[in-house]
């Protein structure tokens, strides 16, 4: 399995952007499909954005679409989430994670710990 380990997470005020880093861990990072999961204090962990090994299929969750950008280094075993006009509702606990399709979505398989993201009004 391949270990993931999340940085980047912080204090922003809305409007401002963060860049999340996820660096894995293992020789067969390339051959994963990877992406970002949050949670939301309260509410359940939800599905943000994924890229495939490629990098040629990326899926965006409705709420961050045009305003987060996922992307991959294959070569340095990195995943990243780009994320711009952030907004309060954006708060939460960032994970990157091994994905796997599930009907219309994606579901987690290898987790990272999280980062924190907090954005105030």
């Known amino acids: 399995q391949v270990q993931l380990v999340e940085s980047g997470g912080g204090w922003v005020q809305a409007g401002g952007s963060l860049r999340l880093s996820c660096a894995a861990s293992?020789?067969?990072?390339?051959?994963?499909?990877v992406g970002w999961f949050r949670q939301a204090p309260g509410k359940e962990r939800e599905f943000v954005a994924a890229?495939?090994?490629?990098?040629?299929?990326?899926s965006y969750a409705e709420s961050v679409k045009g305003r987060f950008t996922i992307s991959r280094d294959n070569a340095e075993n990195t995943v990243y989430l780009q994320m711009n006009s952030l907004k309060p509702e954006d708060t939460g606990v960032y994970y990157c994670?091994?994905?796997?399709?599930?009907?219309?979505?994606?579901?987690?398989?290898?987790w990272g710990q999280g980062t924190q993201v907090t954005v105030s009004s």
């Open positions: 890229k495939s090994r490629s990098g040629v299929i990326t």
């Open positions: 994670a091994t994905v796997h399709p599930e009907g219309s979505s994606w579901l987690g398989d290898s």
């Open positions: 293992g020789r067969t990072f390339s051959s994963y499909t």
